[in-house]
């Protein structure tokens, strides 16, 4: 696609559910991120997938959180037993390197989660 | 490890005005260094960028560049607009690491 895909752009659920996250990279791209936005908290790294590489897990907040990338293309971030802290924007972003700091990164819209 | 700061927020000025929003980083070796722009409503988007030192990424009147001996990525720009009013992320990437570490963030706000 033109661009990244997110879904589903605003999400509720209630406390304890399990969410998915789905994100469709720009085509071609190697390199996915996730990332997560909450109100006063800046931009959070959550996880990073590069390749074929073991991805970079290490900004998961806890073991509810967890991440794949199918096929070197679309990723899903997996929330279990969502608690009210979770409440935030998530996003997901793509980049074409191949381990070039310099190369662009580009975001999707985000994921509105709240959790009630 | 790798580190942002970048000046607090909000900061509002008049049409017109000049803007500076300071950026400073941590790194090992040598990183990249961005400025993402988050309009109200909008996903984060890229503004400009550099990849190495002395290097002046530019982009929509916005200026920064990368001064490796002040370890900084100063946001500038001459003449602000209301349309400027957003969210700008300081951020790198590179050395250790190749994940895009942000600042806080600043909140700039321009008014008529």
């Known amino acids: 696609g033109a661009g990244v895909s997110q879904s589903p752009s605003n999400k509720v659920t209630e406390k304890g559910k399990d969410v998915e996250l789905r994100c469709d990279p720009i085509s071609g791209h190697t390199a996915l991120y996730w990332y997560r936005q909450s109100l006063g908290q800046g931009l959070e790294f959550l996880i990073y997938f590069q390749g074929n590489s073991a991805p970079d897990k290490s900004g998961l907040p806890s073991d509810r959180f967890s991440a794949e990338r199918t096929g070197g293309s679309v990723s899903t971030l997996t929330i279990q037993r969502t608690q009210q802290e979770d409440s935030a924007v998530y996003l997901c972003a793509s980049s074409s390197d191949r381990g070039l700091a310099g190369n662009t990164i580009y975001f999707g819209e985000g994921s509105w989660l709240t959790v009630v | 490890g790798n580190s942002v700061t970048q000046m607090e927020g909000p900061v509002t000025l008049s049409e017109e005005a000049f803007l500076t929003i300071n950026c400073t980083y941590t790194a090992t070796g040598y990183p990249s260094l961005f400025w993402y722009v988050q309009y109200p409503g909008e996903g984060l988007q890229l503004l400009l960028k550099?990849?190495?030192?002395?290097d002046k990424g530019s982009n929509k009147g916005f200026e920064a560049t990368y001064r490796k001996e002040t370890t900084s990525f100063h946001l500038e720009k001459g003449s602000v607009q209301v349309s400027d009013s957003a969210v700008y992320f300081c951020?790198?990437?590179?050395?250790?690491?190749?994940?895009?570490?942000f600042g806080t963030g600043t909140l700039l706000a321009v008014q008529p």
């Open positions: 951020a790198l990437r590179g050395g250790a690491t190749n994940k895009l570490i």
């Open positions: 550099a990849t190495k030192a002395d």
